[in-house]
């Protein structure tokens, strides 16, 4: 990946993660950038990225890299991917998952329950905008 091609994709990272960052709790430092991924992780044999954690919680999800390429590759125009962009695609997801988990969360809290329902994933999904495009998918 050339440096030009790199800025844009970190670029977009940014964009991507400052939605994410901006609802995050401000006592919380989940800043990171593309080149503390790609420095910090490695891939095992499974494809699977290990991750280093920055706040030291052992919790953790990982999504197989094999299956971020496989989808990414049902697009019509993507013909190859590199590595790094691999990493960096599920590191959104990763957040994206993080950060929608959490809004969920707080809505569960908010309402005095303790168990997670449908209900409360519908709320986030119509309350919050940038959950707008998930709106019918679980219907």
Request: glycine share 0%.
């Given at each position: 990946m050339s440096d030009s091609q790199l800025a844009i994709v970190e670029e977009g990272f940014e964009k991507l993660?400052?939605?994410?960052?901006?609802?995050?709790?401000?006592?919380e430092n989940n800043e990171t950038?593309?080149?503390?991924?790609?420095?910090?992780e490695e891939v095992n044999e499974e494809g699977v990225?290990?991750?280093?954690?920055?706040n030291g919680s052992d919790k953790s999800f990982r999504f197989p890299l094999s299956r971020?390429?496989?989808?990414?590759?049902?697009v019509p125009s993507v013909n190859l991917i590199n590595s790094e962009a691999l990493v960096l695609i599920e590191?959104?997801?990763e957040l994206f998952v993080r950060n929608f988990s959490r809004n969920i969360y707080q809505v569960t809290v908010e309402e005095g329950k303790k168990t997670?329902?449908?209900?409360?994933?519908?709320s986030v999904v119509r309350?919050?905008?940038?959950y707008e495009f998930l709106d019918g998918m679980l219907d």
């Open positions: 993660t400052n939605d994410v960052e901006n609802t995050n709790d401000p006592s950038n593309a080149a503390e991924i790609l420095s910090e990225r290990e991750e280093t954690h920055f971020i390429k496989m989808i990414a590759k049902t590191r959104a997801c997670v329902s449908r209900a409360h994933v519908d309350t919050m905008n940038q």
